[in-house]
């Protein structure tokens, strides 16, 4: 079945410490984003891909970087530079203006 | 930048209910999203609709483009329905344009 795997689904850091996060589609879509999503507020844009080897920043897009080597492929790094990285974060595509998105990866701080 | 509002933030419900979950933004869109978050994390699209009204099964999505305004109707609603509905609108074509709401908190008892 065609679709988005994020992994992993729980990521613990430590101070300090940079993590990535996994985000993997064999849709063939062109257009990948990254989310995060916090306790009472709308998914907020970090990082939007159109296609292969380019890459836009959203509105969070401080103490995050990416990257885009393959179609299939976009992860997230979260930076020691992000100062508060606890949250849910969500991977999606989308195609004709149809969205789709993964499972998500909940990200802690020790 | 939109402002989305959505209403109520919460909402329990019997099963079997009519229910009815608002949206309302602020600018003039290109398009409107309806999106189902399960406990788990994971969202599902379930409408993308620029004008008039779609159904799917036993759900229903409305918009009113000259009132900013958008409504997502569950008939003979289910325990299964029970997550959160988030709804998310489109500015223009460009690959960044959404703005999400906060989303409603759907909880239908048996």
């Known amino acids: 079945d065609g679709g988005i795997t994020q992994s992993p689904k729980y990521l613990f850091r430590k101070e300090g410490q940079n993590v990535t996060l996994s985000c993997e589609q064999n849709l063939n879509h062109d257009a990948m984003y990254w989310y995060r999503q916090d306790p009472g507020q709308g998914l907020r844009l970090i990082y939007y891909?159109?296609?292969?080897?380019?890459?836009q920043k959203g509105d969070i897009a401080e103490g995050y970087s990416v990257s885009r080597e393959k179609k299939e492929s976009f992860p997230l790094t979260v930076t020691s530079a992000q100062k508060n990285p606890t949250a849910f974060y969500l991977c999606a595509s989308r195609r004709n203006e149809k969205l789709f998105f993964g499972s998500g990866t909940q990200l802690s701080v020790l | 930048k939109n402002e989305v509002e959505q209403s109520p933030q919460n909402l329990t419900a019997q099963e079997g209910e009519f229910i009815t979950i608002n949206c309302s933004y602020s600018?003039?869109?290109?398009?409107l999203h309806w999106l189902q978050q399960h406990p788990g994390g994971g969202i599902v699209s379930l409408f993308m609709?620029?004008?008039g009204k779609k159904k799917h099964g036993r759900l229903i999505a409305t918009i009113n483009i000259q009132e900013k305004h958008s409504s997502l109707h569950i008939t003979a609603s289910h325990p299964r329905d029970s997550a959160v509905y988030i709804c998310?609108?489109?500015?223009?074509?460009?690959?960044?344009?959404?703005?999400f709401g906060k989303g409603t908190h759907l909880i239908i008892q048996p």
């Open positions: 600018v003039g869109i290109s398009a």
């Open positions: 891909s159109q296609i292969v080897n380019d890459f």
């Open positions: 998310a609108v489109q500015v223009g074509g460009g690959a960044d344009g959404l703005t």
């Open positions: 609709l620029s004008s």
